[in-house]
């Protein structure tokens, strides 16, 4: 094949963005569809999360900038794909279930604000993509990480139904599901007015309202894009 009719070619080895706001279903749907499709899922919001854990740990203020990037800089911070979903490692060390947890959760939406902390985070998600065959999942991977990826889902939901997800995820009742939902609807609002890549459906990404539908509902949409890609 030469050069000019493989640039023709469509590659099958797509990069497909979704972002969209917690509880939507994005880390299920991704993972799902990169088994079904022999990619590589990649959740970009544990990178977050993992650089919060250590910045809790080494007692570094969310809102020092340049403290944090130099946190990042000199942190390994891996995604390893698995058939659960990403298995989370800084530093050598697997932080995949400490990362879930409350406190991280809240750190993770205060680091992300800053620039420089996003820029370290989408030059190693670039790296992790750019061979093609990868799901990545999060908030900026459509309008930032990845502005030519192959195919972009927006996944949404009612935020009352994302809501619901969140705690029956979490087997989450009574008062700790008010003041969870609370803390939802704060890093939704952060994450969607922070000055540097908010979350936002890029100009060309599908928008699925995954409100009334299904996983397999919302799965077979997406698989159906993924074929009219590939052609
Ligand atoms: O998807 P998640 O809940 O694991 O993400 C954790 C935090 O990281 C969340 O508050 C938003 C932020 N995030 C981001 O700003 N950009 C991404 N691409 C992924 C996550």
Same mark, same amino acid.
């Given at each position: 094949m030469n050069d000019h009719s493989s640039r023709h070619t469509p590659p099958l080895k797509l990069i497909i963005a979704i972002d969209g706001p917690a509880g939507a279903g994005k880390s299920t749907i991704a993972s799902r569809l990169a088994r079904k499709l022999g990619y590589v899922n990649l959740e970009s919001g544990a990178m977050y999360r993992a650089l919060a854990f250590k910045a809790i740990n080494h007692d570094i203020? @969310?809102? *020092?900038e340049a403290a944090l990037v130099k946190l990042a800089q000199g942190s390994r911070i891996h995604l390893e794909p698995t058939i659960g979903g990403n298995r989370t490692l800084l530093d050598g060390h697997d932080v995949s279930l400490r990362i879930r947890e409350r406190d991280v959760t809240e750190a993770a939406s205060r680091v992300s604000v800053h620039p420089e902390v996003r820029a370290w985070m989408v030059a190693r998600q670039r790296e992790m993509g750019a061979g093609g065959g990868v799901v990545m999942e999060g908030r900026?991977?459509?309008?930032?990480? @990845?502005? *030519?990826?192959?195919l972009k889902i927006f996944l949404d939901a009612d935020p009352v139904v994302r809501e619901q997800r969140r705690m029956e995820q979490h087997k989450i009742k009574g008062e700790v599901a008010a003041s969870v939902a609370a803390d939802l609807r704060e890093r939704d609002r952060r994450d969607r007015t922070r000055?540097?890549?908010?979350l936002v459906a890029a100009g060309d990404a599908v928008i699925i309202?995954?409100?009334?539908?299904s996983e397999e509902e919302v799965l077979d949409q997406i698989e159906k894009l993924v074929r009219d890609r590939i052609g």
């Amino acid at each position: 094949m030469n050069d000019h009719s493989s640039r023709h070619t469509p590659p099958l080895k797509l990069i497909i963005a979704i972002d969209g706001p917690a509880g939507a279903g994005k880390s299920t749907i991704a993972s799902r569809l990169a088994r079904k499709l022999g990619y590589v899922n990649l959740e970009s919001g544990a990178m977050y999360r993992a650089l919060a854990f250590k910045a809790i740990n080494h007692d570094i203020s @969310f809102d *020092d900038e340049a403290a944090l990037v130099k946190l990042a800089q000199g942190s390994r911070i891996h995604l390893e794909p698995t058939i659960g979903g990403n298995r989370t490692l800084l530093d050598g060390h697997d932080v995949s279930l400490r990362i879930r947890e409350r406190d991280v959760t809240e750190a993770a939406s205060r680091v992300s604000v800053h620039p420089e902390v996003r820029a370290w985070m989408v030059a190693r998600q670039r790296e992790m993509g750019a061979g093609g065959g990868v799901v990545m999942e999060g908030r900026d991977i459509g309008t930032r990480v @990845f502005p *030519d990826a192959d195919l972009k889902i927006f996944l949404d939901a009612d935020p009352v139904v994302r809501e619901q997800r969140r705690m029956e995820q979490h087997k989450i009742k009574g008062e700790v599901a008010a003041s969870v939902a609370a803390d939802l609807r704060e890093r939704d609002r952060r994450d969607r007015t922070r000055a540097a890549s908010p979350l936002v459906a890029a100009g060309d990404a599908v928008i699925i309202d995954s409100t009334k539908l299904s996983e397999e509902e919302v799965l077979d949409q997406i698989e159906k894009l993924v074929r009219d890609r590939i052609g």
